[in-house]
C-alpha cells in the first residue's frame, strides 16, 4: 500500500486533533464501527470550489496517498499551474481535467477520530444541474459554497432549494476565496445579509455561515488568523460536531422490499433497509399493498441473529407465515399504516430538457416499485 507522507509544497493546515491510541487492529475496527457517519455535499455555482475544498479537506486530514499526490502534482505542471491542483483529486474524467469544470458526481471517503464521513462533489454547471440531484439524494447535510467576490448567484439557490426539497437537514454556506477579497469581514456581511433570508425562508434559518480560502486552506480544517474577526468554527470543526442523531425517523416502521433471499426450501428471507421506525423478533407486520398479516420470526444480518433492528439498518426479515410477498412490496406496523393513494400533490425537480407533457403517461419510482403515472 503507498505511504501517507508530509508534503511541505503547497499551504498546509494540519489537524491538531489528537489520534485514539489503538492496540490491535481488531480494538480498531471496532472504533471505526462506533464512529458515527455523515454524508454530506458540495454544492453552488460553477466556479465557486466545490472540488478545491474537497481536496484540501483531504490533504488536510491526511486522507491522501504518496502516489494520488504524486498524480496530480504531475497533472497540474502539464496544465501549466505554479501551485499544486487538489481539485484534480475529485475531477477525474478526461473531460473534467481538461475543461476544469466537474460534470459528474465523485464521491470520497475520509475518518477523524470524531467521525466518518462520505462527501459527494457535485457539478454546479446548470447543464449538470441532475447530478447534484442524484448526489444530494442521500446526503445529511449540504455545502452550498458562494464566491466572495460575485456573492450568491441563481446556481447557488438553485442548489439550495433543491437540497430543501430533497430535505437534506443541514446546511453550511461556505463564503470562498475569501483571500481574494482581502478577507474583508464588510464583504462577507454582507452576503450573509443577502442569503440568510432565502434559507430561512427554505427551513434553514440555523444555516452555518463560515468564511473561508480552500486554495489557502483557511477555517477549513483549523481556525485561520488571517480572519481574527470571525469566531465561529471552522468547517471541519463544525461536520464532526454536527448533530445528525435527531434526524433518524425511528416513528413508524418502513421496509421496502429489496430482495428475496430463498437459498433452499426451509429459508425465505425478505432483504432491504429499513427506511424508517424499529422492527423486532414477534412483531406483527403487514404486507403492503396486499394487506397479509404475519409476525417477524427471525432478523438476520451478515453478523448474525438480531432482536431488535433500526433504521438505517439492512437486514433480512424472515416470517412466520409463507405470505406472498416480492420486491416492490413493504412492511409495515398495522397500527402506523402508511397512506394509500391514487392521487398525490408533489414539488418536482424537472430535470429534461423536454418540457412537461401533461397529455402522456410517465413513469413514478416509489422506493422499489415502479408505476404509471399522469400529471393533472
Not at 20 to 30: G, S
Not at 284 to 291: D, F, H, Q, T
Request: hydrophobic share 40%; glycine share 6%.
Amino acid at each position: 500500500m503507498p505511504r501517507l507522507k508530509k508534503i511541505p509544497s503547497v499551504p498546509l493546515q494540519r489537524s491538531t486533533a489528537p489520534m485514539a491510541k489503538v492496540a490491535t487492529i481488531h480494538d480498531w475496527m471496532t472504533q471505526q464501527a462506533q464512529q458515527d457517519l455523515l454524508r454530506f455535499i458540495t454544492c453552488g455555482s460553477v466556479d465557486d470550489g466545490k472540488s478545491t475544498l474537497i481536496g484540501r479537506l483531504l490533504y488536510d486530514c491526511n486522507a491522501i496517498f504518496e502516489d494520488q499526490y504524486e498524480a496530480i502534482k504531475k497533472s497540474s505542471r502539464t496544465t501549466g499551474e505554479e501551485r499544486v491542483n487538489l481539485a484534480l483529486l475529485t475531477d477525474g474524467l478526461r473531460a473534467e481535467r481538461e475543461q476544469g469544470i466537474t460534470i459528474d458526481v465523485a464521491y470520497r471517503y475520509f475518518a477523524t477520530p470524531k467521525r466518518k464521513f462520505i462527501i459527494a462533489d457535485t457539478p454546479g454547471h446548470e447543464q449538470y444541474t441532475r447530478n447534484m440531484a442524484t448526489g444530494a439524494s442521500t446526503a445529511q447535510l449540504a455545502i452550498v459554497l458562494i464566491d466572495a467576490r460575485h456573492g450568491a448567484l441563481v446556481q447557488s439557490r438553485r442548489h439550495t432549494f433543491i437540497a430543501s426539497m430533497l430535505g437534506i437537514p443541514h446546511l453550511v454556506v461556505a463564503v470562498n476565496k475569501m483571500d481574494l477579497v482581502a478577507n474583508s469581514q464588510a464583504r462577507f456581511d454582507e452576503i450573509v445579509a443577502d442569503f440568510q433570508p432565502f434559507c430561512a425562508q427554505l427551513g434553514y434559518a440555523s444555516a452555518q455561515f463560515i468564511p473561508l480560502s480552500a486554495l489557502m486552506g483557511d477555517n477549513v480544517v483549523s481556525r485561520s488568523d488571517a480572519m481574527p474577526w470571525y469566531h465561529g468554527p471552522s468547517l471541519l470543526e463544525h461536520l464532526e460536531t454536527v448533530d445528525v442523531t435527531a434526524d433518524e425517523n425511528l416513528a413508524a416502521l418502513r421496509f421496502p422490499v429489496q430482495y428475496v433471499i430463498r437459498p433452499h426450501l426451509d429459508y425465505r428471507g425478505f432483504a432491504g433497509q429499513i427506511t424508517s421506525g424499529v422492527v423486532r423478533r414477534g412483531d406483527e407486520v403487514v404486507a403492503l399493498p396486499s394487506g397479509t398479516r404475519s409476525r417477524v420470526a427471525r432478523i438476520d444480518t451478515h453478523d448474525g441473529e438480531l432482536e431488535v433492528a433500526a433504521a438505517p439498518r439492512s437486514v433480512t426479515l424472515l416470517l412466520e407465515d409463507e405470505i406472498d410477498l416480492s420486491r416492490g412490496d413493504m412492511l409495515v406496523h398495522p397500527q402506523q399504516l402508511p397512506w394509500v393513494r391514487r392521487e398525490l400533490d408533489a414539488s418536482l425537480v424537472w430535470m429534461e430538457s423536454q418540457p412537461l407533457d401533461p397529455s402522456r403517461p410517465y413513469l413514478l419510482k416509489h422506493t422499489t416499485r415502479t408505476v404509471r403515472a399522469r400529471v393533472a
